[in-house]
């Protein structure tokens, strides 16, 4: 009973410990999925949007693809940072969406996603989307205020990272994850996620410097990212703000709310966002 017992043990002990090295040591593997699509399936164009193909580079040298749609007479700029898997060709009805609510649209792809170089890191991340608003503000001349971030999932935490070292204009979180630790916990308490998770990500700590409007949308039947985390980040973001509560599935979410989401977003862009 005792060697049973024992050999019980070991065998547990030896299964923790591999989940425990394989979240340490590959969660860049965990946390970045740009081989699901690289391809560009569409563009702009295939939607009736005319847009300019453009290659951001880095200051570390990485060549980001992206795309500029603008908007006759537009009220003013998205900067969309997406999601971590897939290609910016996969985020057409977001194009479409702020297009239609008058607003011009920067996408890119993040290092290593789609025909950009490079690997993704949080760090470069961080420096691709500084990249991107260093195009509009510098490059097009566009006002921070005049700039609405839109992050969705991972890209999120980006979003809230850059706004909150920048004066834009509103930001716009959609099914995003407090942080890259708390998001751990929720997927593996039953490891110890606090020494094991290198990556910070932490968009609650990000919302606490952000001075601007903030929209927050999630939905409570994500099955990726806990509704706790959309509750826990519009606590934390700064007045003026608006809780958006979305159905359906972390991926779904979006589309099964389409007219209430396209309506509640309006309304707060109208209200918050600089137009002038």
Known sequence: MGKMFWTLFGTLALVYGGFSALLFFFQENLAYYPQLGREIQTTPRDHGLDYEALTLTTPDGERLDAWFV??????????????????????????????RLGYSVLIFDY????????????????????TAWAYLTRARGIAP?????????????????????????????????TSAREFAADIYPWLPT????RMNYDTR????????????????DDEIIP??????????????????????????GFIFMREDWVSVLA?????NSKHE
């Open 70 to 99: 603008p908007k006759p007479q537009a009220r003013g700029t998205a900067l969309v940072l997406h999601g971590n898997a897939g290609n910016m060709s996969h985020r057409m009805d977001t194009i479409v969406m702020f297009y």
């Open 111 to 130: 290092r290593g996603y789609g025909r950009s170089t490079g690997q993704p890191s949080e760090e470069g991340l961080y420096q691709d989307a500084q």
């Open 145 to 177: 205020g005049r700039i609405v971030l839109f992050g969705e999932s991972l890209g999120g935490a980006v979003a809230a990272r850059l706004a909150a070292e920048e004066r834009t204009g509103a930001l716009v979180l959609s099914s995003v994850f």
């Open 194 to 197: 606090r020494w094991l998770v």
């Open 205 to 220: 700590a990000a919302l606490a410097r952000v001075r601007c409007p903030v929209l927050v949308a999630h939905s409570p």
């Open 227 to 252: 509704f706790s985390h959309g509750k826990r980040l519009f606590e934390a973001a700064p007045e003026p703000k608006v809780f958006l509560q979305l159905a359906g599935g972390h991926n779904d």
């Open 267 to 271: 309304d707060f862009l109208d209200r």
